[in-house]
T-cell receptor, first 112, second 114 residues
Framework: DQQVKQNSPSLSVQEGRISILNCDYTNSMFDYFLWYKKYPAEGPTFLIS?????DKNEDGRFTVFLNKSAKHLSLHIVPSQPGDSAVYFCAASAEYGNKLVFGAGTILRVKS | EAGVTQSPTHLIKTRGQQATLRCSPISGHTSVYWYQQALGLGLQFLLWYDEGEERNRGNFPPRFSGRQFPNYSSELNVNALELEDSALYLCASSRGVASRQTQYFGPGTRLLVL
């Protein structure tokens, strides 16, 4: 039962352009969403989060959008840089239990 | 500020043995989480500890267990190892039990069961 889905296994973007990574969820109890970046042989690195009471959160080049009615969130990276090449995971949690439910990840390649 | 640390980085065991993985959280963090990332699978929640107590458990058999020490560090024990336990085991920490706490991850322990 995949409660968090990242339907694009990979994405290739030119340096300087926008990268848009998408994530869908099915559990309406999720109220906190996070994006992590992961390089090979390293643990996930926290990027940005958003609470369900908001529909947008920005941090530098990273912006997360949440559409609760569609149960969809997206991560925008502008401008994309070669160092952004990594696997990006979307994660969600419900109010109780604190466990994060992760998507399968999307491999982002930023070409210079 | 030091991040989450895990040891060992790699661990090789044979089927039926026991494995012990260790985690030290970020200073000031009281909650420790364990996740498994098996090959070809996403990160799966294993366990959550806070203030020495198990707070939540994922859908894993009882041979996966752990504990949290008074200094908030944690151990994950896997008994009667099976081949499919081969995976990257990630530890994360956060401040307190309140929801919406960002979890920060360590580099992981790669367990290989032969």
């Amino acid at each position: 039962d995949q409660q968090v889905k990242q339907n694009s296994p990979s994405l290739s973007v030119q340096e300087g352009r926008i990268s848009i990574l998408n994530c869908d969820y099915t559990n309406s109890m999720f109220d906190y969403f996070l994006w992590y970046k992961k390089y090979p042989a390293e643990g996930p690195t926290f990027l940005i989060s958003i609470s369900s009471i908001k529909d947008k959160n920005e941090d530098g080049r990273f912006t997360v959008f949440l559409n609760k009615s569609a149960k969809h969130l997206s991560l925008h990276i502008v401008p994309s840089q070669p160092g952004d090449s990594a696997v990006y995971f979307c994660a969600a949690s419900a109010e109780y239990g604190n466990k994060l439910v992760f998507g399968a990840g999307t491999i982002l390649r930023v070409k210079s | 500020e030091a991040g989450v640390t895990q040891s060992p980085t790699h661990l090789i065991k044979t089927r039926g043995q026991q494995a012990t993985l260790r985690c030290s959280p970020i200073s000031g963090h009281t909650s420790v989480y364990w996740y498994q990332q098996a090959l070809g699978l996403g990160l799966q929640f294993l366990l959550w500890y806070d203030e020495g107590e198990e707070r939540n458990r994922g859908n894993f058999p009882p041979r996966f267990s752990g504990r949290q020490f008074p200094n908030y560090s944690s151990e994950l024990n896997v008994n009667a190892l099976e081949l499919e336990d081969s995976a990257l085991y990630l530890c994360a920490s956060s401040r307190g039990v309140a929801s919406r706490q960002t979890q920060y991850f360590g580099p992981g322990t790669r367990l290989l069961v032969l």
